[in-house]
């Protein structure tokens, strides 16, 4: 099973398909309300395919898709035609996005910064490529989406409990003095419950931590206390430094899926000493 940050996600080649996936991409995005496809196919429908409010201010935005199953990319005309439609779009947007099965192109984009600055436009034109789809598709927060089009690629993580994980070293110091060295991985079990196996169920959606240098594991839950790693760090102080460390992280998810492989957590021997007298 490939890693799902990495794989290359097939690009959608029915046109009906893919405005389906832009609106429910911005569905899934709480910072728009009212996301709806605009009338049906065969209706004039002014240059927008899927329409929506930006909550906040109250704007209206228009989504244009264009699915290309033989990948010839956008031409000027293309994209000038649309804008021309959208200006008659009731009520007026503020930025006409178009969406294209298209791989990010230089030429393309060119033309939409002319489109831009050359045109005397009551709204800004951006161009999302495949590119930047997928990109979208294997953010955390957009599973769900890519779940729904693209099944397959999680079919045996979610049932069979796959777990994604991340191999790094961390250093721990006293003052910012490295003392001790650890090889671990941090990684993290699918919440999907699988009925036929009903005991193992109770590690799914859990965390867990090997120790590589020590040989050691164990499983933990959010948020993570000194004492839920008892046996993957026996050492005390090490534990806490571990655990510290931890706890800073913006979350475990982002932490596995970011490029970053040497770490290091320190602290001050007024921290230390206060530590041993509390324990």
Same mark, same amino acid.
């Given at each position: 099973? /490939?890693?799902? +940050?990495?794989?290359?996600?097939?690009?959608?080649?029915?046109?009906?398909?893919?405005?389906?996936?832009?609106?429910?991409?911005?569905? /899934?995005?709480?910072?728009?309300?009212?996301?709806?496809?605009?009338?049906?196919?065969?209706?004039?429908?002014?240059?927008?395919?899927?329409?929506?409010?930006?909550?906040?201010?109250?704007?209206?935005?228009?989504?244009?898709?264009?699915?290309?199953?033989?990948?010839?990319?956008?031409?000027?005309?293309?994209?000038?035609?649309?804008?021309?439609?959208?200006?008659?779009?009731?009520?007026?947007?503020?930025?006409?996005?178009?969406?294209?099965?298209?791989? +990010?192109?230089?030429?393309?984009?060119?033309?939409?910064?002319?489109?831009?600055?050359?045109?005397? =436009?009551?709204?800004?034109?951006?161009?999302?490529?495949?590119?930047?789809?997928?990109?979208?598709?294997?953010?955390?927060?957009?599973?769900?989406?890519?779940?729904?089009?693209?099944?397959?690629?999680?079919?045996?993580?979610?049932?069979?409990?796959?777990?994604?994980?991340? =191999?790094?070293?961390?250093?721990?110091?006293?003052?910012?003095?490295?003392?001790?060295?650890?090889?671990?991985?941090?990684?993290?079990?699918?919440?999907?419950?699988?009925?036929?196996?009903?005991?193992?169920?109770?590690?799914?959606?859990?965390?867990?931590?090997?120790?590589?240098?020590?040989?050691?594991?164990?499983?933990?839950?959010?948020?993570?206390?000194?004492?839920? =790693?008892?046996?993957?760090?026996?050492?005390?102080?090490?534990?806490?430094?571990?655990? /510290?460390?931890? +706890?800073?992280?913006?979350?475990?998810?982002?932490?596995?899926?970011?490029?970053?492989?040497?770490?290091?957590?320190?602290?001050?021997?007024?921290?230390?000493?206060?530590?041993?007298?509390?324990?």
């Amino acid at each position: 099973m /490939n890693d799902l +940050r990495t794989i290359s996600i097939p690009k959608i080649t029915d046109g009906e398909k893919f405005e389906y996936l832009c609106r429910d991409i911005y569905r /899934n995005d709480v910072t728009y309300e009212l996301v709806e496809l605009n009338g049906r196919r065969g209706q004039t429908q002014q240059g927008v395919d899927v329409f929506a409010r930006i909550k906040a201010s109250g704007d209206w935005i228009g989504i244009q898709c264009k699915c290309r199953a033989t990948g010839k990319q956008l031409t000027k005309a293309d994209i000038q035609t649309e804008v021309s439609k959208a200006e008659g779009f009731n009520p007026a947007i503020t930025t006409l996005f178009i969406y294209t099965t298209c791989d +990010r192109d230089v030429k393309v984009q060119e033309i939409v910064r002319d489109i831009n600055t050359s045109n005397n =436009l009551n709204f800004i034109v951006e161009v999302k490529f495949w590119n930047d789809i997928e990109e979208t598709l294997k953010d955390e927060k957009n599973y769900n989406v890519y779940y729904r089009y693209y099944s397959k690629y999680f079919a045996d993580n979610l049932t069979l409990g796959h777990a994604v994980s991340k =191999l790094f070293n961390l250093d721990l110091c006293f003052d910012d003095e490295i003392d001790t060295h650890y090889e671990l991985m941090l990684g993290k079990i699918p919440d999907y419950k699988n009925q036929l196996h009903k005991n193992v169920n109770y590690y799914r959606g859990t965390y867990f931590f090997v120790n590589l240098t020590q040989n050691r594991f164990e499983t933990f839950t959010v948020p993570c206390h000194d004492m839920d =790693l008892i046996e993957v760090f026996p050492n005390q102080i090490d534990r806490h430094r571990v655990c /510290n460390w931890l +706890r800073g992280q913006e979350s475990i998810e982002k932490f596995i899926s970011s490029e970053s492989n040497n770490h290091r957590y320190s602290l001050s021997s007024e921290q230390r000493l206060a530590f041993m007298q509390e324990e």
